[in-house]
């Protein structure tokens, strides 16, 4: 079984500053690591997953998440965020095999101000 | 790709009604999967198909919910004798492939209130 900690549970930003969304995971076997985004009133959208190679991966929208090992860890990041941005963010985590399904954190719901 | 499509949007019912909510896959997605999305919390997992045949279910499935998928496209939950812990958001997904790597799709959600 595995589980996925998102530490915060809100992240209040102001537009054009950076932000970090943290995720760490637990499992006893290898897992592919998603990142989606859920703006107001919408279904779920994925943003990047690590499945494996460059642990560096980014999204079309300027996100990036590093996949580190070591630490369990797989942050989301963003250089600049912008007002759109306001959204819940899940962090999730699925087996690499086997019978199994997505296993999702808490949420962190970053606030852009203006 | 249309998207994954689920109806009705919303339901509110009394207590102890049954319920049931349909789920429409992206076209040629063999995957189906159903979450419940209650509020402070990421979803968890209900139960998924591979075509037509139901291979998990979660011990948050009490006897009272039943998933079908019978012809291996849309899919529909039903939940008899509503609690109001059932309230909550149930969202369906698919994927493409056997290989857990690949994407899960969403759709919008069913959010139910019992009341």
């Known amino acids: 079984a595995q589980s996925v900690t998102q530490l915060d549970s809100q992240v209040p930003v102001f537009e054009e500053a950076p932000v970090e969304l943290r995720c760490n995971y637990s499992s006893s076997v290898s897992v592919y690591l998603f990142w989606y985004v859920q703006y107001p009133n919408q279904g779920l959208q994925l943003l990047l997953k690590?499945?494996?190679?460059?642990?560096l991966v980014e999204s079309i929208n300027g996100f990036e998440a590093e996949f580190n090992k070591s630490q369990t860890s797989f942050h989301l990041r963003k250089p600049s965020v912008h007002i759109s941005d306001t959204a819940e963010y899940f962090c999730?985590?699925?087996?690499?095999?086997?019978?199994?399904?997505?296993?999702f954190g808490k949420g962190t719901m970053l606030l852009v101000s203006p | 790709d249309t998207g994954v499509s689920q109806n009705p949007r919303h339901k509110i019912t009394k207590r102890g009604q049954n319920v049931t909510f349909r789920c429409d896959p992206i076209?040629?997605?063999?995957?189906l999967y159903w979450y419940r999305q209650t509020l402070g919390q990421g979803p968890e997992f209900l139960t998924y198909f591979q075509n037509e045949a139901q291979l998990e279910k979660s011990r948050l499935l009490s006897d009272r919910f039943s998933a079908e998928r019978p012809k291996g496209s849309f899919s529909t939950l039903e939940i008899q004798r509503t609690e109001q812990g059932d309230s909550a958001m149930y969202l369906c997904a698919s994927s493409l492939g056997d290989s857990t790597s690949e994407t899960q799709y969403f759709g919008p959600g069913t959010r139910l209130l019992v009341l």
């Open positions: 999730a985590a699925i087996p690499t095999s086997g019978y199994s399904t997505l296993t």
């Open positions: 690590y499945l494996s190679g460059s642990t």
């Open positions: 076209s040629e997605h063999n995957r």
